[in-house]
């Protein structure tokens, strides 16, 4: 898991990121995703896809990976992969992604993607997969008997997915900087070797960069702690109702010592576009019980449209599945020309 050590310098440069998308906003191209293991979550929306929104209004160019071959990393079979693709895909929209705009693909779809992998994991060595930090945490949390060795390629694929269509800055949760690492280093490596042709994409992390689920631990699809985007109102009451606190009355914001009851006052105060120091002051002696009415309420109000439009794109899976095939046939389209471009550098053009 990330500490707050690493994540601050993170933090302070996405900032930094932030001001210059202001500034100028057709510099940047998104590249960013999830794996399609079940509905997204708030820790997704408030970590990641509030920001694809943001920026994509803002007018970036936005790529999203649905990452299917991904979930084989840390699952012995991909359950209905079909329905959780579809799934991500009503997740998106409902949040207001706008699918004419993005380029929305499963990357199994896109061939030539998978084919700057090669390539790509001969500029990692084995000592450096081993160590990635995301490796070795979603080692601890896998469902299967066995590491499978894709477990290794997960970091060299990411930086096929991103590097595919030059993208130069990812959205993405704190668990994920070792990964974008490595696709900084084979970028880099890659252009040192062979020549200038990728940009080296910089992270940028949300205001909520690792939301804790109810057990105290990240909030994640597989470790049956999260509160899904498409939760009705009384699921998420029951859900907060369970989460972790702590011994203390008194409601404080201090992320540091008091992780559990600093994510609740935090996802209330990113559900009320408030300060999560003026929310725990607000609730002060009013304890546990206080705090999570304050977050089921806000919860509840903050995504009730996204709930009820999420439902009716959920009735019409052809369209969802015409955003994916659309989204593939582009994606294939730009992984065509990069390889093109990889196999000139290569000197494997005959
Ligand atoms: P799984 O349990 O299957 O790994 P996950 O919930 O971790 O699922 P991913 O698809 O692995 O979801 O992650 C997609 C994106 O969402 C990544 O950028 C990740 O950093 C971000 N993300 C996931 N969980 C959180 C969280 N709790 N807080 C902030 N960002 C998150
Ligand atoms: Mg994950």
Known sequence: MTSTLEVSPAARRSAELDAEITADASRFRILTGDRPTGP????????????????????????LVIADYQVLTDRDVADDLDAHVLGLVADYLAAGIDPQEAMIFTHSAVAALNQLMLPFLSLVTVAELQRNPTVKDEIAHSRQAGVSGLMFTYPAHQAADILF????????????????????????????????????????????PLLLGTDGTKMSKSRGNAITLGATAADTARLIRSAKTDAQRHIT?????????????????????REPGEVAAEIGGGGAAALKARVTEAVNARMAPMRALRAELAADPGYLRSVVREGNARATERAEVTLGQVREAMGTRY
């Open 253 to 273: 914001y201090e992320p540091g010592t008091r992780p559990e009851v600093a994510s609740l006052v935090l996802l209330a105060a990113l559900c009320e576009d």
């Open 165 to 208: 269509c030059k993208a130069n800055l990812v959205p993405v949760g704190a668990d994920q900087l070792p990964h974008l690492e490595v696709t900084r280093t084979i970028a880099r490596r890659f252009n040192d070797r062979y020549g200038p042709v990728f940009p080296e994409p910089e992270a940028l992390l949300s205001r909520a």
């Open 40 to 63: 997204l979550h708030l820790g997704h929306y408030f970590g990641t896809l509030h920001n694809r929104v943001r920026l994509q209004r803002r007018g970036v160019e936005l790529g």
